[in-house]
């Protein structure tokens, strides 16, 4: 299942969606982010998932690496340019869930994302 959000404008606050990820087989998720920096320092894309057998509404952090110090999912975008953002799906997720959000300045910059899951991995 692909998925696009996109605001006019980072000051719109934190920009939350969920991609329903269950069935796909698709052992990554790819974002494409086009980013048009405005005042503000950067935009992030802060990554999480849901487990439907557990919750359909919690999303639990995503971790980089495995260690013992977990550290949510943050990828940093800082200038005006387009990115692609590869994300590794944790095998019994059934939905991942993007926040995008900014820091510093007053906030003007444009985002749109686009999701879609990687099935050449599957």
């Not at 698709?26 to 998932?49: H, P, R």
């Not at 952090?61 to 943050?74: G, M, N, R």
């Not at 939905?95 to 003007?108: E, K, Q, Y």
């Amino acid at each position: 299942m692909a998925f696009t959000a996109s605001t006019n404008n980072l000051s719109l606050s934190v920009l939350t969606f969920t991609g329903n990820i269950k069935g796909t087989m698709a052992g990554k998720y790819v974002f494409f982010c086009q980013y048009l920096k405005g005042d503000e320092t950067n935009a992030k894309l802060s990554i999480s998932f849901i487990k439907g057998a557990i919750s359909t509404t919690t999303a639990f952090l995503s971790s980089p690496t495995d260690t013992a110090t977990v550290a949510q999912q943050v990828f940093t975008i800082t200038g005006t340019q387009n990115v692609a953002i590869p994300i590794t799906i944790p095998s019994n997720a059934t939905s991942i869930v993007a926040v995008l959000s900014n820091t510093g300045g007053t906030p003007s910059g444009t985002v749109v994302v686009d999701g879609f899951p990687d099935i050449r991995n599957a």
